[in-house]
Every structure is written in structure tokens, then in C-alpha cells.
């Protein structure tokens, strides 16, 4: 499918969605691997695990146009050998790791600056907007067909630490993308977005774990109830540190 976005920066929380569904666990057991990565599903399908340390992004979708739903879970570096990219992509469809025609939402969130090639990246959670085959120094440093669109509130220049389980809460419409970190609004994005999978991103990165996913079904906008949506969010994110 082809996807034209047009972007701007959303201020506050006014553009939070609350759900007319509940949270549901998702089984993982039919998404897709695509790069080349090694996602290892855990026995209750609920989790993946990525061991490799890869050249090139891999991603780990769910195939299924995601649109209209909320999606959390947690995401865990189980190393302290590394220091590179995590995240997801959204409204990616398949093949578009390495498509001519890729034209996605990716989210990434590396852990230190530094310089490779010449071409450097900044530590920090931040939103981009991908639209052709991104090679190596693209996905990198933000640069070609890799369009960086804006950086987290908080995390926007802070890396994630080794060992250290994060909550997250991804909510994609067709208006707008907000991600949370901890029950924390990061990115906060308007636009106008077309349909495509929710996926989980590594790149040069391996000993990643997303875990406890569920998702969310038809949210609706509801500005007057977004501060609850808020708390909801939060509510969810310290259940989750409550069960560990």
C-alpha cells in the first residue's frame, strides 16, 4: 500500500485517544521476521527475544494493518556489550526493510552518540519518517531517505540503560502517533497516516526483549477524557513493574 504523510508537531495531551476495548494479550506466534535478525518467540508467544548483532535493521511485524489501536508492552536490552539502536515501526508493510518504494513510520531510541564512518547519531528516543531503501549511514544518522520528524520530550538526547526493563505505550491513528515511555508522553505527532503494521526495530543491536504485549482495540478520539487516558496509561505501565 502506499502511504502519504503530512506531519506536524502536537503540543500537550490534548490529542490522546481513549478505548471503547479492553487490553488483550497478543499472541506473536504469526508475526514476521523480516532482516537479518533472529526473533525467538518465548513458549506462551507473548515475548521475542532478538540475538543478533545486525548490519542492517530488522523487524518483527505483525502483518495486519494496525491502525486505530493502541499497543504496550516492555522492552528490555539484556546486555550491557552494546550500545545501538531498539524500537518499532509503524505502518510498515512487508518488505519494506529494503523496498524502493519503503514508506513507514520508525521510532528508535539509540543509547550513545557516536560516529561511525563519519556519519554520526545522537543518543536519544526520536521519530522519523523512512521513504526508500535506507542503507546503513541513513538508518544511522537519520540522514537520505531517513527523515527525522522529532525527538523525545524527555529522552530525546538520554539512551536507554543496559538491564533495565522500560514500559511502553504506542497509540497509532490515522492522525496522529504518540509513544510513552514509562507512562511518560515522549513523541506526540499529527498528521495524516495511512494503515500498515506495528513492528519491533533493532538495528546493530542484539539481547533485546519485548514482553508482555497487549493491544488495545478501537480507540476513538475523546479529548475531553484524555487526562484519564493518561492515567490509564500510567495505571497500566506500574501494573506491569508490579507483576515482575
Do not use: C
Given at each position: 500500500m502506499k502511504k502519504a504523510l503530512l506531519y506536524t508537531t502536537a503540543l500537550g495531551v490534548a490529542g490522546l485517544f481513549a478505548s471503547t476495548g479492553s487490553a488483550a494479550?497478543?499472541?506473536?506466534?504469526?508475526?514476521?521476521?523480516?532482516?537479518?535478525?533472529?526473533?525467538n518467540l518465548a513458549?506462551?508467544?507473548n515475548s521475542v527475544f532478538q540475538t543478533v548483532n545486525t548490519n542492517l535493521p530488522t523487524v518483527f511485524h505483525n502483518g495486519v494493518d494496525s491502525q486505530g489501536f493502541s499497543l504496550s508492552g516492555e522492552i528490555t536490552?539484556?546486555?550491557?556489550?552494546?550500545?545501538?539502536?531498539?524500537?518499532f515501526v509503524l505502518g510498515f508493510d512487508t518488505g519494506e526493510v529494503t523496498s524502493a518504494t519503503a514508506n513507514y513510520i520508525l521510532i528508535?531510541?539509540?543509547?550513545?552518540?557516536q560516529t561511525f564512518s563519519s556519519v554520526p547519531s545522537s543518543a536519544g528516543l526520536a521519530i522519523s519518517h523512512v521513504?526508500?531503501?535506507?542503507?546503513?549511514?541513513?538508518?544511522?544518522?537519520?540522514t537520505g531517505v531517513v527523515n527525522e520528524l522529532q525527538r523525545g520530550a524527555t529522552l530525546g538526547s538520554t539512551g536507554w540503560a543496559d538491564n533495565t526493563t522500560y514500559s511502553f505505550d504506542l497509540v497509532f491513528n490515522s492522525n496522529n502517533i504518540q509513544v510513552f515511555v514509562d507512562g511518560?508522553?515522549?513523541?506526540?505527532?499529527?498528521?495524516?497516516?495511512?494503515?500498515?503494521?506495528?513492528?519491533?526495530?533493532?538495528?546493530?543491536q542484539e539481547s533485546v526483549r519485548y514482553a508482555g504485549i497487549e493491544q488495545t482495540t478501537n480507540p476513538v478520539p475523546e479529548p475531553?477524557?484524555?487526562a484519564l487516558f493518561?492515567?490509564?496509561?500510567?495505571?497500566?505501565?506500574?501494573r506491569r513493574r508490579m507483576k515482575k
Amino acid at each position: 500500500m502506499k502511504k502519504a504523510l503530512l506531519y506536524t508537531t502536537a503540543l500537550g495531551v490534548a490529542g490522546l485517544f481513549a478505548s471503547t476495548g479492553s487490553a488483550a494479550p497478543v499472541d506473536l506466534s504469526s508475526w514476521q521476521a523480516e532482516g537479518s535478525g533472529t526473533w525467538n518467540l518465548a513458549p506462551d508467544n507473548n515475548s521475542v527475544f532478538q540475538t543478533v548483532n545486525t548490519n542492517l535493521p530488522t523487524v518483527f511485524h505483525n502483518g495486519v494493518d494496525s491502525q486505530g489501536f493502541s499497543l504496550s508492552g516492555e522492552i528490555t536490552v539484556e546486555t550491557g556489550s552494546d550500545n545501538d539502536f531498539i524500537g518499532f515501526v509503524l505502518g510498515f508493510d512487508t518488505g519494506e526493510v529494503t523496498s524502493a518504494t519503503a514508506n513507514y513510520i520508525l521510532i528508535d531510541w539509540k543509547q550513545t552518540s557516536q560516529t561511525f564512518s563519519s556519519v554520526p547519531s545522537s543518543a536519544g528516543l526520536a521519530i522519523s519518517h523512512v521513504t526508500g531503501a535506507a542503507n546503513f549511514d541513513d538508518f544511522w544518522g537519520h540522514t537520505g531517505v531517513v527523515n527525522e520528524l522529532q525527538r523525545g520530550a524527555t529522552l530525546g538526547s538520554t539512551g536507554w540503560a543496559d538491564n533495565t526493563t522500560y514500559s511502553f505505550d504506542l497509540v497509532f491513528n490515522s492522525n496522529n502517533i504518540q509513544v510513552f515511555v514509562d507512562g511518560v508522553e515522549e513523541l506526540n505527532i499529527n498528521g495524516s497516516f495511512e494503515n500498515g503494521s506495528f513492528g519491533f526495530y533493532n538495528f546493530s543491536q542484539e539481547s533485546v526483549r519485548y514482553a508482555g504485549i497487549e493491544q488495545t482495540t478501537n480507540p476513538v478520539p475523546e479529548p475531553a477524557t484524555a487526562a484519564l487516558f493518561g492515567m490509564g496509561l500510567l495505571g497500566a505501565a506500574i501494573r506491569r513493574r508490579m507483576k515482575k
